[in-house]
């Protein structure tokens, strides 16, 4: 008898828990759906308010910068106008140029040396390996026009290499690494340890295993990284204002003055002349093109290979 009435005291227990748990859920369910719906209804306002303000710059851009887009834009430099010819102003297939060169430059030094770093700093828990992460995360929050004043203190006055792309992309550069560093890192901390663990069973040594298993599989995120680090250095003005020269000349020679995208709009917005300013809207509709296509470029890739690992 005692031992039926020592099992039933839990079920009792269980039911009153359950009936006030049951009470009090029906006693506030109409203050938390208020809540609820307030949230959503305040978040979808601040999305609104996010959006409206991006919308807005986009419609600008295309209304205004769409009609300067023609073939002259793309294939010819550009001309000063005059008071004969006050909208000849040619076009900007140089900045253009220039852009794709300095960014190529930029990506040749930054990403072998980004991805090894950041590959580093995963695979080792060393006081070195800790300075290195401080040092990538400061510069990657640090004002970009310190690489430009960087690269002219370094380049043009103690190396006299003198205003060209290279001097530029060493800037560019320095403004990427930070961003692929950290990726990176991250994108190899993400590995599951069971590989790694599974490559030193086998025998391997630990950079075979970093280099064959570990860093395929985090190619992914290593490439939408860079790609995301170049997206953003091919806007930067800072960095490049001060030691790629300009000019008006088509050219791809390391070594020479080019001009670029940033650059381009940043002269022509001073310009007394109204056709010029007209023309920054194309150039500046031409860039958010270009980083709208990288970063698409590093979404699709993520995602496919995503499906593709799954």
């Given at each position: ?41 305040l978040c979808g306002l601040a999305l609104a308010i996010a959006a409206v303000p991006l919308f807005l710059l986009i419609y600008q851009l295309i209304r205004r910068g769409a009609p300067e887009l023609t ?240």
């Amino acid at each position: 008898m005692n031992d039926l009435t020592t099992m039933d005291e839990p079920v009792g227990v269980n039911q009153t828990m359950r009936d006030e748990i049951r009470r009090v859920s029906n006693a506030t369910r109409a203050r938390r759906i208020l809540i609820s719906r307030s949230m959503t209804i305040l978040c979808g306002l601040a999305l609104a308010i996010a959006a409206v303000p991006l919308f807005l710059l986009i419609y600008q851009l295309i209304r205004r910068g769409a009609p300067e887009l023609t073939g002259t834009f793309f294939t010819q430099v550009p001309q000063t106008p005059t008071l004969i010819a006050p909208n000849a102003t040619g076009g900007l297939s140089n900045a253009i140029i220039g852009s794709i060169a300095l960014n190529i430059y930029a990506s040749i030094l930054a990403i072998p040396v980004g991805v090894l770093v950041g590959i580093y700093l995963a695979e080792s828990a060393s006081k070195f390996a800790s300075a290195l992460r401080i040092i990538a995360q400061t510069m990657a929050g640090a004002p970009s026009i310190l690489m430009g004043l960087f690269a002219f203190s370094f380049l043009l006055q103690d190396l006299k290499v003198g205003f060209s792309a290279i001097a530029g992309s060493f800037a560019l550069a320095i403004l990427m690494l930070p961003v692929i560093v950290i990726s990176t890192e991250i994108a190899v901390l993400n590995v599951p340890n069971t590989l790694r663990e599974a490559g030193l069973a086998l025998g391997a040594k630990p950079h075979k295993v970093s280099m064959r298993i570990v860093l395929p599989s985090a190619l992914t995120g290593i490439v939408t990284g860079c790609i995301l680090a170049i997206s953003r250095a091919i806007g930067e003005t800072a960095p490049v204002l001060l030691v790629i020269g300009g000019g008006y000349l088509n050219t791809w020679q390391p070594l020479n003055p080019v001009s670029a995208l940033p650059l381009s709009i940043y002269e022509n917005a001073k310009s007394e002349w109204p056709s010029q300013r007209a023309q920054v809207w194309g150039a500046a509709l031409v860039l958010v093109g270009f980083v709208f296509i990288l970063s698409l470029t590093a979404r699709i890739w993520a995602s496919r290979k995503q499906k593709v690992s799954n």
